[in-house]
């Protein structure tokens, strides 16, 4: 069983930056993926970027490639999201997920434990 809690987000201008953090309590955060995904309003969760349990496999959606970066502190338990040039398309709520099964999938049904969300809002 693994708990996570996401923080970090707010209000940016379009072209500004935020980091996001997910803080993960429980057993063997370090053998877990994980995963940062988005759900705008009215629209289903999708993939943002994904980051292996030793941190050497990535992976991003095209739409943040070059914008956002994925890491990890396995002994602080937390995995961060580095998410610059902010377009208002990357508004909505941002989650993280640990995936047990490993690998660096980029689907919603891969993850077995999610944390509440944090909200982003990019304004034009």
């Known amino acids: 069983q693994v708990q996570l809690v996401e923080s970090g987000g707010g209000l940016v201008q379009a072209g500004g930056s935020l980091r996001l953090s997910c803080a993960a309590s429980?057993?063997?955060?370090?053998?877990?993926?994980m995963g940062w995904f988005r759900q705008a309003p009215g629209k289903e969760r999708e993939f943002v970027a994904v980051?292996?349990?030793?941190?050497?496999?990535?992976n991003y959606a095209d739409s943040v490639k070059g914008r956002f970066t994925i890491s990890r502190d396995n002994a602080e338990n937390t995995v961060y999201l580095q998410m610059n040039s902010l377009k208002p398309e990357d508004t909505a709520v941002y989650y993280c997920g640990a995936n047990w099964h490993g690998g660096v999938g980029a689907s919603v049904s891969q993850y077995d434990f999610w944390g509440q969300g944090t909200q982003v809002t990019v304004s034009s």
């Open positions: 429980g057993r063997a955060f370090s053998s877990y993926t």
């Open positions: 980051i292996s349990w030793s941190g050497g496999m990535l």
